[in-house]
Each structure stands twice: as C-alpha cells, then as structure tokens.
C-alpha cells in the first residue's frame, strides 16, 4: 500500500512534530537534531498538545490546528504527553491514536552495548505488535448492579485481521523468521479465538515466516525465562499493554523503547515513556527511546539511509560507554544534549560490535473497509439472555422465570453466576452476587425467534425481576454465535 | 474464622488426594511421602479425576464421588490433570475451581539455592494473589454481529473485597510488610477502579502494612526490572493470570511454583505445573512444586511444625546440589525418588544459608455472602444503550435513530464504534465494524425511565435496525453508572 506522506514543494516529508510535557521538548529536541544532522529529507510543522492544551480548556488534550495538521501530514512524532490533574477523562495520547485509528502499536526492544540488565549477552531483539484499538480499550463499561461492573471485551475480525497482517509484515520487512500470537482462546474461545483463528488463516499467506500461538500467560512465562527465543509477538490490545511492558524492562527500561501507532491513514512516533515532570529542563534524561522513534518515522516515510545512520549512531555512542543516568546513575552520566553530540558525531559509522539490521520498508496491509467484515449466508435468532438483579434465592428465580415464560416460544435452559451455572442446582458451592444470567432458549429446534417474542420474553421477565442487560443469542451459519456456562450441558 | 478440616476419629485431618494424570501420581507420591516423613497428623482419601474421567464420559471430568469426598474434607491436594482431546470443552481443573469457588489463587515464589536464574542472589520473595472466580474468565461470550465477538469482564465489589482482604491477611500470615494492588484502573474506571477502590478502603484497615496500587502493565515492567521490591501482590484473574506465571519465571520456572486454591468453605493445593505426558513413569520430574503446595495445605490444616520441617528439607536438598532435571539438565540430575529422599533425609533441619520465614496461621477472611452486597439508597434509570448491527454510514443510523425516537421521552446522545464517538461526527478517522453502541438519554434531566418506555425504546429502534445488546444506563446514589465514549461529552 502507498505510504501516505506529504511533500513540501522542496520534496521533504513533512512532519508534525508535537514536543509534549515535560522533559519532552528536550528529547524532542535532541531527536531532531539528529534527523536534520543525518540529512533526512524532513520538514517539521510544530504543534501542541497535552497539558498546556487541556488548561487552556480542551478536554480533549488536542486542538483543532494540531488535528487539522495530522490530517494534513498523515505523520507525527511526538513527545509524552500529560494529563494534568482535574482535566479531561481521557489522556490527549489516547485522542489522538482514536481520532486516527492507528490500529497497530509496534514496540521493537534489542539489546543495547554498555547497557547491563540480567539478559545481557542473549540477545533479546523482538517486537511486540499489540492492537491499539479494540479489546477492553473501547472502555465501554456500565454498572450492573450497585456491586457489580462490567467491560465489555469487543475483538472483531477485521480489526485481527489487520493486526495480524501488519505483525507478518513487519517479520517481513525487518527479515524476522518467527511470529507468536499470545492470546487467552483456551478460555475465552470467541474473543481471543477469533484472534488465534484469524492468526492461523492468515499465517497461511506468509508460508517464509514461522507461526505460532501461545498462550499469553505462558508467552509472559517464557519472556522472563528465555526471551531470545521471540523475534514478533502479535496480540491483542490489553495483553499487549502488560507484554509490551514487561519486554521494555528486558533491555534496559523505558529510556530505551520506542514505538510507533500505525494506521491506514496517519501513524504516529512516540517514546513509550511519560513526562517526567521531575527531571524536566535538567538535561538528564536518556533521549535514545526517543531518537529511536524518529528511526522509526524515517523508515515510515522511506528515508532508509537516515534511519541506518541514527542507529548505527546510537549504537556507536552506547559501545563507547557514553550513558545517560538512567543507565549509570549520576555520576559521569552523560547529559541529554552530551548523549545526543556523541550520537552525532557517529552517524553513519558502523558500530564495532552490535548488530544492525537491514530494514525494508514496511509494506502496510490492505484490509477491506467494510463494517460488515463477515457475511453469513444464514443467521437466525434462537435464544436470549436476560441478565437480572435479583436477591431472591436463585431456585425462587429460576422457579419465577420458569413461570413466566411458561406460554411463552422459550424456555429457561439454566440460570449462571459470573459464568457457572447455578439453576437447576449442580452442586456448586457458588457464593452469588445479585447479577444473574437467565438463559432462553426456543423450544423449537426449528426456526427463528422474531422481534416480537423477543421483546415479550424481556417484559414477561422484568415484569418481575429488574433487568438490565439483554443479549440476542445468534446462529451464524449453523454455527453457535455464543458459549455455554460452567456446567451447563 | 474458623478452618473448616473434617478430623477422623484418631485426630487427624482427612485430605482428598487426587494423584492427576501424566506425571501426577508421581509427584502427588513424592509430597505424600515428605507429608508423611514429617510426622503430619493427615489421613488421605484417594479419588480420581482428569483424563480417565472424561473418557468414562463424565463430561466435567470430575466424578460424584470426588465432590462427596471434597464436600466432606474440604481439603485437597491434587496433581496436575488433563483434558483428552475431544473430550470436555472445560477442564476438571477449573470444574473444580468453580464448583467450589475457591476464590483467591495464591502463588508463591522465592529464590532457592543452587537454582540459577538471571535474578539469582537478588532475594526474590513474593506472593501474587489472584482473583479466581471473576472477570474475563467467567467465559460469557456472544458473537455481536457476524464479524464481532463479545466477552463479559465482571468485577464485582464483594469479589474485590474478598481477594483483597486474602492479600492483607497473608500479608500479615507471612510477616510481609507490603501490598500492590495492580489493576488498570486508568482505563477501565469501573471494572479495575472498582478493585482498586475496594483496595485503598480495605487497605485502611490493615494501617500495618503498607498498601500501594500500581498500574499492571508497569508492574509487569517493574517485576522483570526489579522483582525483590515486591511482597504481596493482589490482583484481577486475567491480570493475576499473566503476573503468577511471569513471577514463577523469575525463580527457576514451574517446577518450583506451588499454589493454593483458597475458598470459604474448600481449599485446593497443587503445583501450578502441567501433566508432562511426555515425562510420565519416568521418574525424573521435578517434585518440588507438588511438595511445596503439600507445605501450604499443611499450614492450612494447622500442621505448622510439619510444614516448616518440609520447606528446610526443600531448601537443604537444594543446598547441597541435589537437583533435578528441569535445573541440570539429565547429566547428573537426581531422580524424582533421589530428590524426594534427600528431602526426607534433612526434614526440620536448619538450612545452611536459605532464610525460612516463620508463618502464623492464615486468618481467613469473612465477608457477607449477601448477594446484594453493594445498597443504593436511591436509583434511576436514565437512559438505555442500544448495541445495533448494520452496514449503513453511521450518519445514516444516526439520523435514523433520531427520528424513531423523536416522540419518545429519551434522545439519541451519541452513536459510538468500538468506544469512539462517530456521530455526531468528531472529525474521527473511525474504521468501523458493523457493531455500534446508540446511547439513548433521557430528555428530562429529573425521574426514572419506566420499564415500558425501555422496551419501547428497544421496539422502536428495532423495527428498522437490528440490535443484539441493551444495557439500561442507570444511576445509583446520584453517580452515573456507565462510562462516556471517547469524544462524548
């Protein structure tokens, strides 16, 4: 897919370039010093958003020129942002990858000379490709009960199927043998299944690359006991989060980890770390997550040579023992803009040690853009769950849902608590909350349950009971859009 | 509150001892015989579960007879079991889990001499309490739409307050000074802020200890970084899931991870390790983790001075280079027999170097079973949000469901795509799927939406668009019980 980028009139990329909160604007600024010194054809156009942003009264972090000015560039490198305390529910980092669907957040972590950590001389160089825009993210949550909240955990199969896609490309692109998808589908066979099932039929197109599923508890296991076995790990977005994390603190911590947010349209360049409000303007701070951000923007934008050139830079800089605090502590820690001289100064030079690798560019996957990702041939409506707050004993309620529905084209097939089936009784010793799921299902094997009945289902129950959330049970194709409870046959 | 032990009639403990599949019976055979070295007043009831059960066709997998006897102990130490394939879509493991909801998960790690890990000498020496019951895994999932599919994250405040109130307590058991609470509370501020409210209210409580919350993923980042800052660490079951099994990496791997399975009424111990059919008869597995969960039921029964003898067998047969496979390799690794013996023959002495912590008797906690656990003095319903199906531009939705609810007391607020705001529009570069959320309010800022106006909300929309999901939105004690969208107001 064409990478979209807009050219000056003078043929450079043009990028925003927001400095952020902060120590952002000096790693910001040390970033930039080594693009323009590594001559990458880049032109900047400087926008605000965070902290600033939110005390002058938009709750979103981000104003409209910023967002007028991703539109325009389709690229952003950026500083942390901060969301200072009393302002806006949701952070300006969160706006912007939302506003922009970027849907992939890669998180790339190596191995760097001079830094220790316990994994030194293994060579750690992975890359966790997490998906960014679904899963619990979507924050869609409501109480229901006074003692009970719920999230709803959304995964669709487009959206695995671009993060999928965008992980083989990257294995593609940066010459890796190995993709693992770390997913939960031996206990959530719908949502994280779709994920593993989408990861086996894509797999299937990328026959050069190995593919593997693992589970994620047992991914996060085995990055602690050997990490060099990873080379990309594709999941999606909340084990993402947790494994992206864990994987920045094998290499030497935040100072070192950099990532982009990609999407169809914009993508977006950020060190992983915050704002650190503390250190901010003393000149300490390690800016290579940062730098290595940029690296990352110029390969997005096609500046291959440049991108070399700072790493190779960085690289050099680190063997020779130039550190920063985070790294050495403060004393003989090399200062932000000393690190960054140094960087400089060995642009381009192969370092004597540490591996570079070769980088093509990344080919962005085309998924389709139809909402209706999935079409069936056959669907029909055959049950639905009513879930009911209650302190009523559950055999009182399953006995009173049982009598209202008695007329009715359905039947109750089992009452649940948080997932195990309760009525009829199984001999649990389930310790309830006042949130029940009453299952209904037709009588009939045969056929469709109408708008209708439906409807006449919920009002015949909550005539009795207080409902407060209702679930269509969906056949797709033959195939049951719905799991069973513990216990129920 | 008291310990529920069935005692026989010469005063000792019944246990239900369930020897598993694979390499089950013979670590479940190696604890028994260190259980019985040690002098510990216990009697076994054997039964059977896992892999011979479901190919009896017993679909759970675990047989009457089994849940009399546990019923009966309250006690059980069981060896890993397994589920053939095509057999059982749950497993006996977690049939027994929630047969009798055994709550906290309780998983211990520390360094043991002469087991080499990047962390070694650092003095690891933590426990990860995990929710067992609730959240993701209680497994309700719904396909939304063809191409979406949907699972419940349910946490409630009763299940927080117990898992919470189990971290304080073996806090206090163990001597332990400090308690993380790690949640991501900041994304999800109902689900995980519930639990992270629950913590700092209980916390006050425990004025003892010292409680600290931390966001997960940074503590995954943090336990890699620098695990021996960690004491107690309390959390969610997809959270603990992850954590428990990065923890046991950091100490030489499952071999040496032990658990308990703790309930109001059953307790469950067993090595958090797998059936290893492959290692089956073979004599060379490592016993160490099924010893170690027989030292925790020991404690559990009041066998404090057989448990301690057991835990310095451990250490000293670790201290003197008596180790096993899983550590050395097959040259010069003891068998599971020879381990087992070396145990024995140093119970109750005194480890050179090892430090053994001294325990007092877990207090377990007691919470209300009131189902209703959480009052509200007042409640409304104010709103309801529809969850639709369609393949229309959402501009077209949007006015659609405008219109069907013009003359109805609710309006339409907004139309959201996975947790972002899409109409009105916001200038979002939304690439939506086929599931969208109408959230519908009502137009009067004061009463109650009655149950007819609910239905006739859901009835009107329906009779254009297809929906499969309601939530009422309600407000208890004047706070909205519901999250916004990103972009909502």
Known sequence: MERKVHLTPSGRALV????????????????????EAAGAKIEWEERA???????????????ADTIESVRKTRVVLKGPLATPVGFGEKSANVTLRKLFETYGNIRPVREFPGVRTPYSGRGVDLVVV???????????????????????????????????????????????????????????????????????????????????????????????KKPEQFDVIVTTNMNGDILSDLTSALIGGLGFAPSANIGAEVAIFEAVHGSAPKYAGRNVI????????AVLMLRHVGEMDAAMAIEQGVLGALEDGVLTRDVVGDAGAASTTAFTDAVIQRLGRKPKQAAVRQYRPLNLPRVSSDPDFVKPKKRRVVGVDVFVETSLPVEQLGRSVEELVAASPVELKMVESRGTKIY??????????????????QRSAEGDLSEGQVLEVVRSIGAKHRWMHVEKLNEFDGIPGFTKAQGED
């Open 16 to 35: 925003t370039l927001i400095p952020g909160d902060g120590i952002g604007p000096e790693v910001v600024s040390a970033a930039r010093r080594v693009v």
């Open 424 to 441: 009829p009784a199984t001999g649990a010793m389930t310790d309830t909350v006042d949130h029940y799921r009453c299952r209904l299902v």
């Open 49 to 63: 958003a965070g902290a600033s942003v939110f005390t002058q009264g938009i709750a979103s972090g981000v104003p």
């Open 130 to 224: 997490r998906e960014n825009v679904e899963d619990l993210y979507a924050g869609i949550e409501h109480m229901e009960t006074p003692g009970v909240a719920q999230c709803l955990k959304l995964i669709s199969r487009k959206g695995s199927e671009k993060i999928i896609r965008l992980a083989f490309e990257v294995a593609l692109a940066e010459g890796r043998r190995r993709v693992h998808c770390a997913t939960k589908a031996n206990i959530m066979k719908l949502t994280e299944g779709l994920m593993k099932r989408t990861f086996e039929a894509v797999a299937r197109e990328y026959p050069q690359v190995e593919a593997q599923h693992i589970i994620v508890d047992n991914c996060a296991h085995q990055l602690v």
């Open 286 to 293: 390690n800016p290579t997550a940062m730098m290595l951000s």
